[in-house]
């Protein structure tokens, strides 16, 4: 499967985004998904995830409560609305697709990435 995500920005703090991740092919709803980030001069962490009926999520402690993942399998689309935002989360966002039924918040238990969407939260 292939990612494209979109929807970064710049962004003042309080404001909101929605990131998209299209994903090609037939196959989206086999995947279990998920959202990390990378700040600059950090490693890459956990966001969120969601599995593969959307039927359950998962949340990085900081985002919990002003994020929101989801998906549209008809759609081959994965999103992330992000409310509240502020500068600790500047950061590229990308979307990855995991083959397991389930998958923790390792990011070495996925296995496609897109490519990142920058999102710029000023104060």
């Known amino acids: 499967v292939q990612l494209q995500a979109s929807g970064g920005g710049l962004v003042q703090a309080g404001d909101s985004l929605r990131l998209s991740c299209a994903a090609s092919g037939r196959t989206f709803s086999t995947y279990f998904m998920g959202w990390f980030r990378q700040a600059p001069g950090k490693e890459r962490e956990f966001v969120a995830s969601i599995t593969r009926t959307g039927g359950s999520t998962l949340y990085e402690h900081s985002v919990k409560g002003r994020f929101t993942i989801s998906r549209d399998n008809p759609k081959n689309t994965l999103y992330l609305q992000m409310n509240s935002l502020n500068p600790e989360d500047t950061a590229i966002y990308y979307c990855?697709?995991?083959?397991?039924?389930?998958?923790?918040?390792?990011?070495?238990?996925?296995?496609?990435w897109g490519q990142g969407t920058l999102v710029t939260v000023s104060s």
């Open positions: 990855a697709a995991s083959a397991r039924i389930w998958a923790t918040k390792d990011s070495n238990q996925y296995d496609y």
